[in-house]
């Protein structure tokens, strides 16, 4: 939610800062500007989004980002972060970390209520925290988040105790993020299926009633209370009377009724309407995610990409840097990192990634690729150079679409057969399952450089409940298990932005991974639309303070 006033929220996350611990809390590049007048209250804020209908709206299930997209609208977090990137208290009043790192001490604020009325107490940290754990959750991204809290000690009404299995310098920036939202521990008991429908959160919005395969209808919380004070605003209620989500996948319909008036906000948004919004009197906010960069990985743990040559011979073969140029209109910069552009730890190597057709093809000479079919493609003992890719098309712009296009005819002429299947998402996430690619293209949004230890661990390569394993490059190497482990267990920053510059530089010096751009966030509203470009933790558009010029 609002953290602060809106004028303390105004953060440029990437020019401003050299790169936040978050790709939110600001505004990050509306053309707009600030609001013009007295907020008004009233009217529904109609949102179309592009992204697949979330199957659940508690994002403690599963946990990907049309999840928490939508639920930065009702759900709230134990933490968040400031205008300087920090790690701040939400839901949460304080919180204290032992010396030895094992015990974290959390606070509550006082007097929050849910939108069943139950006050907040710190047993809503306990109930949380256990769904979360819980295998019939189905949690992934939450579930990982607090995967090392052994327990949770209740204090009194208002404070807790996490007890740690380890220490964890993240856990605070963990709880900032949507995934781990803090729910009515009542709401919590319901069947899964009653819970999904509607969870209940503290949040200035609350669920009304979901119309599948349509919209979503949030009304405002009449009772909602403000967690951190705001001189600014006259009481804590939400301007906007409630939002409307809708579901428009294609793009160019979706951006014909931003066009029209027919919808106020839309995500997904081509780089080219992008480019030709400024002169059509809408306003753009791009809100690049925290956690890792958008990057193709390749899979490590079958051919042809098992031999880091044949690694390094697909990067040489691709023009990364042309296609970005000619289809994304100066809307996604060259990214040379793992991580997001607002993570301030992000370790960046532009010598590793360029292209170079004729040291491609003698890295396949070295690797034994020698041979050639009838179609051109490198043969090696009789099987041929094939590579199998996945993409989700509620994921991937028809832009990026293209540029993977591009690979696929730039890899062809070194002698790859890289086959291209687009999916929609559970299809997608089925073939990641069964291990069935080479190079994929997996998002993954997380507040901090601790991301990396969720990427690359070897013990990532094991799926989550929810089915879902985040390593996809399948990295299997335990001095980078190491680096990762000792990176978010010490108290040292210096020795932490050390480690994590070491585990980033094996990553990618062994190419197991291309960097393309940060992942891609972009909001277009229109001139009805005032107070928009605060966001949370995880770079999803927050409405609290936003009002309909009527």
């Not at 990437?14 to 600030?34: N, R, V, Y």
């Not at 709401?187 to 009304?208: H, I």
Request: a negative charge; hydrophobic letters at 35%.
């Amino acid at each position: 939610m609002a953290k602060f006033s809106s004028s303390q929220l105004k953060i440029l996350a990437t020019a401003a800062i050299g790169g936040l611990a978050l790709a939110g809390c600001g505004d990050s590049g509306s053309t707009q500007g600030e609001a013009s007048g007295e907020p008004q209250s009233g009217g529904t804020l109609i949102y179309a989004s592009g992204d697949a209908e979330p199957d659940c709206l508690d994002p403690h299930y599963g946990g990907n980002y049309p999840q928490g997209l939508i639920s930065t609208q009702y759900l709230e977090t134990l933490f968040t972060k400031n205008e300087d990137g920090e790690t701040v208290p939400w839901l949460a009043e304080s919180s204290e970390v032992s010396e030895d790192g094992l015990t974290h001490t959390i606070t509550l604020t006082d007097g929050i209520t849910f939108h069943d009325d139950t006050p907040l107490t710190s047993e809503a940290i306990k109930a949380n925290v256990e769904h979360l754990q819980d295998p019939d959750t189905a949690s992934s991204t939450g579930y990982l988040a607090v995967q090392k809290v052994e327990e949770v000690e209740i204090v009194d009404d208002l404070t807790a105790n996490l007890h740690l299995s380890a220490p964890d310098n993240a856990l605070e920036e963990s709880l900032s993020m949507h995934w781990t939202a803090i729910q009515s521990p009542d709401a919590l008991a319901r069947d899964v299926q009653e819970n999904c429908e509607s969870p209940v959160g503290t949040g200035p919005f609350k669920v009304e009633s979901w119309d599948r395969e349509q919209q979503i209808n949030l009304v405002r919380n009449e009772d909602y209370v403000l967690p951190v004070e705001d001189s600014q605003r006259e009481n804590d209620l939400a301007y906007l009377d409630g939002i409307t989500w809708r579901l428009i996948p294609e793009a160019a319909t979706r951006y014909a009724a931003l066009q029209s008036g027919e919808v106020h906000v839309i995500d997904n948004a081509q780089p080219d309407t992008i480019q030709s919004a400024d002169n059509a009197n809408i306003g753009h906010l791009d809100s690049p995610r925290p956690g890792a960069s958008n990057r193709l990985e390749l899979n490590s743990s079958q051919a042809p990409f098992n031999d880091p040559l044949v690694r390094e011979a697909f990067i040489r073969a691709v023009d990364v840097d042309g296609g970005i140029q000619a289809l994304f209109f100066d809307t996604a910069p060259r990214s040379h990192s793992l991580l997001s552009s607002v993570e301030p730890l992000g370790s960046s190597d532009d010598s590793l990634f360029y292209r170079d057709v004729d040291e491609a093809n003698d890295l396949l000479d070295e690797a034994g690729w020698t041979e050639r079919d009838e179609d051109n493609v490198r043969m090696k003992d009789g099987e041929r150079l094939e590579l199998t890719m996945p993409v989700s098309t509620n994921q991937s712009v028809p832009a990026e679409q293209s540029l993977f296009e591009q690979f696929q005819a730039q890899a062809a002429e070194v002698g790859f057969d890289m086959q291209i299947n687009l999916l929609d998402l559970s299809s997608w996430y089925a073939a990641l399952a069964e291990h069935n690619y080479n190079l994929v293209s997996a998002p993954y949004t997380k507040v901090g450089p601790s991301v990396l230890r969720i990427l690359y661990h070897s013990s990532s390569i094991e799926p989550a409940p929810s089915g879902y394993f985040a390593n996809n490059a399948q990295v299997d190497i335990p001095e980078l298990d190491e680096i990762l482990v000792r990176a978010e267990e010490t108290t040292d920053d210096a020795e932490r932005a050390d480690l994590y510059e070491q585990a980033q530089q094996m990553v990618l010096e062994d190419f197991y991974v291309l960097p393309l751009y940060d992942q891609q966030n972009h909001f277009l509203y229109t001139a009805e639309v005032q107070g928009m470009g605060e966001t949370s933790a995880i770079a999803a558009p927050e409405y609290y303070n936003v009002w309909l010029n009527q």
